[in-house]
């Protein structure tokens, strides 16, 4: 098999109404001699509670760390480092919850972790933060990844029910809370979208798919029209997103 090349590229933006950004997220590769590896994380800080800016910032610090600490130490080792990274979450978890505690504030974040390693595709993710794939050079299609940890409910605001969409799990609410991963194959051709729902509220799965095929595969370009695609939408909401193209 041929060595499995990584073109990444990233954006991360305020958005049109927000100050302040409280999207966090890192992208890293590394040649390991055989294979191309790395980890492509996008962390959503929760805006109805204070700091969610922090809660974000330590999510990736802490996928940070596991760079390269484990995965540095480990890279032989593909099921101690899948497991591992599960640990990274539940400790991230933790630090957020004491952190809140320490300065009496209520802080959380969702997360979504790709891991490309010895040429499959690890996922590690909890909340509303997406991971895509996109394939296929005659019929292109795209397929989400992720599953959201949110539900919809019914509120009355100003006399009148309004739809919202609620988080049900991220890091930093409770002790115990649901994750989401999954392992795939790599393969040529292929493009990975890791993304905050900034991106994908005003933007169907058909629409996004066009905006990638419109980019052949220019990571850069990808990350550019997304971004400017919801802003002209009108996403009032921070935006970030990761673009991840898999060649030979």
Not at 103 to 108: D, I, L, N, P, Q
Not at 186 to 214: A, H, Q, W
Request: hydrophobic share 40%; aromatic share 8%.
């Amino acid at each position: 098999m041929k060595k499995r090349r990584l073109d990444v590229a990233g954006i991360s933006d305020a958005g049109i109404v927000k100050e302040v950004n409280q999207d966090s997220f890192v992208f890293k590769v590394v040649d390991t001699g055989d294979y191309y590896s790395g980890i492509f994380a996008v962390a959503d800080g929760v805006g109805g509670l204070e700091k969610g800016e922090v809660a974000s910032a330590v999510a990736i610090s802490n996928l940070n760390k596991w760079w390269e600490h484990e995965f540095k130490s480990h890279y032989q080792d593909q099921p101690y480092l899948v497991k591992s990274l599960i640990t990274m979450l539940k400790t991230a978890n933790l630090e957020i919850i004491r952190l809140g505690q320490a300065e009496g504030v209520k802080m959380a974040t969702t997360m979504s972790v790709l891991f490309i390693h010895m040429n499959q595709a690890i996922i590690a993710h909890v909340g509303d933060s997406r991971i895509y794939k996109a394939s296929g050079l005659i019929s292109p299609k795209i397929l989400q990844l992720t599953q959201d940890h949110s539900c919809f409910i019914n509120r009355e605001v100003n006399g009148r029910l309004v739809r919202k969409n609620v988080l049900t799990d991220c890091l930093g609410n409770k002790e115990e809370f649901k994750y989401f991963s999954t392992m795939e194959p790599i393969n040529k051709n292929e493009s990975y979208i890791i993304c905050s729902d900034g991106i994908y509220k005003t933007m169907n799965d058909k629409e996004l798919l066009k905006v990638i095929r419109s980019a052949k595969n220019d990571v850069q370009a990808i990350c550019s029209s997304l971004t400017d695609k919801v802003k002209s939408n009108g996403e009032t909401d921070n935006i970030s997103v990761i673009a991840v193209h898999v060649s030979e």
